[in-house]
């Protein structure tokens, strides 16, 4: 029931309440009269008139003997005291003794106009009393016995009457019990996920988001606890991403120190050594020049990088989509690379595959020759003299890859998952070289990946070095369009 929405929960309570209370009622009616009809508990409203010739017949036996209080205990066993009052009074009409106080016989009533009549109080119709006579042995009249009852139903006891007071308010007393049986069984449902949400608000207060809440209910307790979940999670999401960038934050600026250093350092160990006087000797002024400027270029690169970094990590960036006929794009590309693995010694060898007459695609030119740029001259960097690079472009209809293999000593194991990853540098000791900032690979990554394609770094089975490749989406123009 408690995966219901709660309207039809309250429907479906009221329900209950009601057909339950109908149905206990009914059955207690039932019961309740035939207990009390079997038991003889409930009389009829002639009952105690009934009794009246009995007392009658009792009085006549008596006769003036009842005026006398001696009579008293042996006369209330005759008189039903439960639903008869009654009382003995002179001929004067005042009062010998009984359990009914009001008096009746006056001067402007005497004894004799009451004498086996019934007397209505004018204000209660059941009400009624009638006056037996009380003579002596001479026959004359000495006093009477007033006899007070009602014509209504009623029962035998005040516990009897307690009983059909009960049996009469059952209704209201079954719909009572049920509505606090269903409704408190549905306060237990409802409170418990409104208890969760209250500590969980509490956690959040305190920054506490490590936590997952769970309602499985489909009713508007569960969108509520679903909602304040989804909360919880971008919540958490974004503390998350918010740390993250933090932690960037502080990496990227120990990276910017850590690379400026050196050759910061290096330039002013060189200037400070000019200006003590070695420039006067032209060989080591040529060689210090030298320095300060390779070390002023690599500083240059470095911030021209992370310039790069920069601009790829804004909102505001957008790629420049053109048209790219790809045949002179990618030829002119690699004659570059080739000039600069034979000034190296390195092989190079290139592979083009465009069985579909693919002419032109639709991408950032400009940043996909940066991305070129990136994993080409790693894999040069990283390739010894007399080895080889290979690369191979592949273009069909949509899509365009780009594979660079080299003979180096290929990736470590445990720097295949972050090589991708923005300042990492990896081992030293694969290239010897100090020239790269761990900028490039994670550059290129940015690039492919808001070209809405896939870059991946493995080491290659077959040749032994790195294997980097990456295959973007494009627009097509075939040679027939």
Avoid at 6 to 28: A, E, P, R
Avoid at 294 to 308: A, D, G, I, S, W
Avoid at 446 to 470: D, L
Wanted: aromatic share 10%; with cysteine; charged share 25%.
């Amino acid at each position: 029931m408690q995966r219901l929405r709660i309207k039809q929960q309250l429907v479906i309570g009221f329900l209950i309440v009601l057909i339950g209370s109908l149905i206990l009622t009914v059955l207690t009616a039932a019961s309740g009269w035939y207990w009390l009809t079997k038991s003889e508990k409930v009389f009829p409203a002639n009952y105690y008139e009934q009794k009246i010739p009995m007392i009658k017949e009792y009085a006549k036996d008596k006769g003036a003997l009842l005026l006398n209080e001696k009579e008293r205990n042996e006369l209330e066993k005759i008189i039903p005291k439960e639903g008869i009052k009654y009382q003995i009074v002179n001929r004067q009409g005042d009062i010998s003794y009984g359990t009914y106080k009001k008096k009746v016989i006056t001067n402007e009533r005497p004894i004799l106009s009451v004498i086996n009549t019934n007397i209505h109080e004018e204000d209660d119709d059941t009400e009624v009393t009638t006056y037996l006579p009380l003579v002596d042995k001479t026959g004359e009249l000495q006093g009477a016995i007033g006899l007070n009852y009602h014509l209504i139903m009623s029962t035998a006891s005040a516990v009897d009457s307690l009983f059909v007071i009960l049996f009469l308010a059952s209704p209201f007393i079954y719909i009572t019990i049920l509505s606090y049986i269903i409704s408190n069984r549905m306060g237990k449902r409802i409170k418990k996920p409104l208890a969760e949400l209250s500590e969980a608000s509490k956690r959040i207060q305190e920054q506490d988001l490590d936590f997952h809440l769970e309602y499985n209910a489909k009713n508007e307790i569960g969108e509520l606890v679903g909602s304040f979940e989804n909360m919880r999670a971008a919540l958490a999401t974004s503390l998350s991403r918010q740390w993250e960038l933090e932690e960037e934050r502080r990496e990227y600026i120990r990276a910017i120190s850590h690379d400026l250093k050196t050759p910061l350092t290096i330039v002013q160990g060189h200037t400070e050594g000019l200006q003590s006087g070695l420039w006067k000797n032209e060989d080591l002024l040529h060689r210090y020049l030298q320095t300060i400027e390779r070390n002023t270029n690599r500083m240059t690169k470095l911030l021209e990088e992370f310039q790069t970094v920069n601009e790829l990590e804004s909102f505001s960036f957008q790629l420049r989509l053109n048209k790219v006929h790809i045949i002179p794009f990618f030829l002119k590309k690699l004659e570059e690379y080739e000039c600069i693995t034979r000034k190296k010694g390195i092989e190079w060898d290139v592979t083009f595959e465009n069985n579909e007459g693919v002419q032109s695609l639709v991408f950032d030119q400009e940043r996909i020759s940066q991305v070129m740029d990136n994993i080409v001259m790693n894999a040069v960097r990283f390739t010894p003299v007399s080895g080889k690079v290979l690369v191979k472009v592949c273009a069909w209809h949509g899509t365009i890859e780009f594979h660079v293999y080299d003979s180096g000593l290929g990736f470590q194991e445990g720097d295949l998952k972050k090589v991708l990853q923005r300042f990492y540098q990896g081992d030293q000791s694969r290239s010897g070289s100090k020239e790269h900032f761990g900028l490039g690979l994670y550059i290129a990554k940015t690039i492919v990946e808001k070209h809405g394609g896939i870059i991946q770094v493995e080491n290659s089975k077959v040749r032994g070095g790195a294997h980097v490749s990456f295959r973007i989406p494009s627009g097509v123009s075939k040679s027939s369009q």
